[in-house]
């Protein structure tokens, strides 16, 4: 079980909510801070090691240079998540870039920044070179174990999915590198998304051990680092149990002693490139409720929409609900809590018993901090809001509400003859 608090008290947040105008996405800077911490800490063992912040998870220049500052790296996409991630102070090394189906810009863009280049496809090596004139000193490669592994409903099976190299490539893809230049080597792989079976997580780590030792045995390279990828779940419902990382962290401890220590493989530096677990459980997303109807079903509609929060719609995912100043009350009451876009999957929760709800009443819905603000679209023309984060000495805002200019920006007034 996994209790549903609340970053601020009830009051706390419903008198923020007041003043700041609804919806928001609200951060609490200092649990994601010790959280992070609590990461680093519990793999400690093992020198080098590295969480690779995913810049997609939540990327906010404020929220990154926090991460920046207490010895994350970043994973990055895309070039504008690269140079958000720069902006937020990540350099070199310390930047992954983790992209598939990448314009050649993109990687000569993460190569000038000296970011490590992960890459998709036997194929890319050769787009590298066109785009870099060389590969780098130091280069990755996605792994996808096809049907060795299996995947779930947000990753995808391995053997449908597009991204990485597969077995049959991946020697060939180290050889060719050293042929070429690079010196340095490292190994990747994300065949997980929101999991919260922590036996998922250390097979992932077998599966890598494993492959360094082919690797090695196979071509005489040693493998530097491995990214054991994202992945690592949240307890988005009150009856799901969080991994532990200090857990996981010993299981992993175990695996490396047998595989990689006894194997001569060792040092072999781990990282992961985690975001859901860094900050998802320390975002809310608060809304204010606009109407409370009753037609075949009882809605309660909200002033935010998809464009806040896409989770619920496109995965059907389950997120927590409070209603601030209702806490206590009996659940006696089954809603589909809705924004206001024109389309009817833009709910935030279907059939879901909470208090009796009025018009005006302020609803939090929790684990916003990861895939929440970030995967927001524009459709209908409904905005994305603003961001705010706590920190010890006050909340400050972080991302102001978009604006009808913002919306247009890219729009030209009158058309620009092209041909
Ligand atoms: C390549 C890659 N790395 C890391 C992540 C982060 O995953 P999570 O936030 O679930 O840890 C993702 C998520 O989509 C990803 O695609």
Same mark, same amino acid.
């Given at each position: 079980?996994?209790?549903? +608090?609340?970053?601020? $008290?009830?009051? *706390?947040?419903?008198?923020? !909510?007041?003043?700041? #105008? ?5 951060? %609490? ?68 870039? +983790?992209?598939?189906? $990448?314009?050649? *810009?993109?990687?000569?863009? !993460?190569?000038?920044? #000296? ?5 998709? %496809? ?75 079976? *922590? ?14 030792n ?41 695996l490396y002693s047998e595989m990689i220590e006894k194997k001569n493989l060792h ?153």
């Open positions: 079980m996994t209790e549903k +608090t609340l970053p601020l $008290t009830s009051s *706390e947040l419903l008198a923020f !909510a007041r003043k700041a #105008g609804t919806p928001f996405h609200i951060y %609490d800077g200092r649990a994601i801070r010790k959280n992070a911490e609590d990461m680093l800490d519990a793999f400690s063992w093992s020198d080098g090691f590295i969480n690779y912040f995913a810049v997609k998870a939540l990327p906010n220049v404020n929220i990154l240079r926090i991460l920046a500052s207490l010895g994350f790296g970043a994973d990055c996409s895309s070039l504008p998540e690269l140079l958000l991630a720069k902006e937020a102070g990540f350099d070199g090394e310390s930047i992954m870039f +983790t992209s598939n189906d $990448t314009a050649d *810009e993109e990687f000569l863009a !993460a190569y000038e920044m #000296g970011a490590v280049l992960n890459l998709d %496809d036997i194929t890319h090596i050769g787009h590298v070179i066109k785009a870099c004139g060389k590969l780098p000193e130091l280069i990755s490669f996605r792994y996808n174990p096809g049907n060795e592994r299996t995947g779930n409903a947000i990753i995808g099976n391995p053997v449908e999915a597009k991204y990485g190299v597969p077995h049959r490539d991946i020697i060939e893809c180290y050889r060719i590198a050293r042929e070429n230049g690079s010196k340095r080597f490292m190994l990747h792989t994300m065949v997980a998304s929101n999991e919260l079976n *922590e036996d998922y997580i250390v097979e992932t780590a077998r599966m890598l051990f494993s492959l360094v082919e690797i090695y045995t196979e071509t005489g390279i040693k493998i530097e680092r491995i990214d054991l990828g994202g992945g690592i779940g949240i307890p988005y419902r009150p009856e799901d149990e969080r991994i532990s990382f200090f857990h996981l962290s010993e299981r992993i401890r175990e040092p072999l530096k781990l990282s992961f490139e985690c975001g859901r677990c860094i900050t998802g459980p320390y975002g809310y997303l608060v809304s204010k409720v606009r109407h409370v109807t009753h037609k075949h079903k009882d809605f309660v509609g909200l002033d935010s929409t998809m464009a806040d929060l896409m989770r619920p719609a496109l995965y059907g995912a389950y997120h927590h609900i409070t209603v601030l100043g209702k806490e206590n009350l009996p659940l006696s009451h089954v809603y589909d809590v809705t924004g206001s876009l024109c389309e009817n999957n833009d709910k935030f929760a279907i059939d879901r018993k909470l208090p009796e709800i009025d018009e005006g009443d302020y609803l939090v819905i929790h684990d916003t901090g990861a895939h929440g603000h970030s995967m927001g679209f524009n459709y209908n023309a409904k905005m994305r809001h603003a961001e705010y984060l706590i920190e010890d000495d006050g909340i400050y805002r972080i991302r102001r509400d978009e604006t009808y200019e913002d919306y247009i920006r890219t729009m030209l007034s009158e058309p620009e003859k092209i041909s």
